[in-house]
Nanobody
Framework: QVQLVESGGGLVQAGGSLRLSCAAS?????MGWFRQAPGKEREFVAT????????YYADSVLGRFTISRDDAKNTGYLEMNSLKPEDTAVYYC?????????????????WGQGTQVTVSS
């Protein structure tokens, strides 16, 4: 498994921006971001191939969030712009070795500890 450590969460006003980081030890095929709001299931946000050549987003964040990777630092990022109160959640970084193209939480086998993002209205 890959060890993952997130950072960068916090409190921001609606319309603001935050950047989350995910430091990884080891290699995988995909890195992904998920989020879980209180009382809700964990949901997919975005994923990127470890090489950084392909990305995929949930409709709810498309055009507002950008996922990226810095290969030299073995670190992934989630740039979040135009934040809304409904983006409030614990955000988790995830990774998996398999190259198949499904992106539910059950498809990822390495997880970070999570970082809280709170967007005030």
């Amino acid at each position: 498994q890959v060890q993952l450590v997130e950072s960068g969460g916090g409190l921001v006003q609606a319309g603001g921006s935050l950047r989350l980081s995910c430091a990884a030890s080891g290699q995988a095929f995909y890195m992904g971001w998920f989020r879980q709001a209180p009382g809700k299931e964990r949901e997919f946000v975005a994923t990127i191939t470890w090489s950084g050549g392909w990305t995929y987003y949930a409709d709810s964040v498309l055009g507002r969030f950008t996922i990226s990777r810095d290969d030299a630092k073995n670190t992934g990022y989630l740039e979040m712009n135009s934040l809304k109160p409904e983006d409030t959640a614990v955000y988790y970084c995830a990774a998996r070795r398999g190259s198949y193209s499904t992106f539910g939480s059950q498809d990822f086998d390495s997880w970070g500890q999570g970082t809280q993002v709170t967007v005030s209205s």
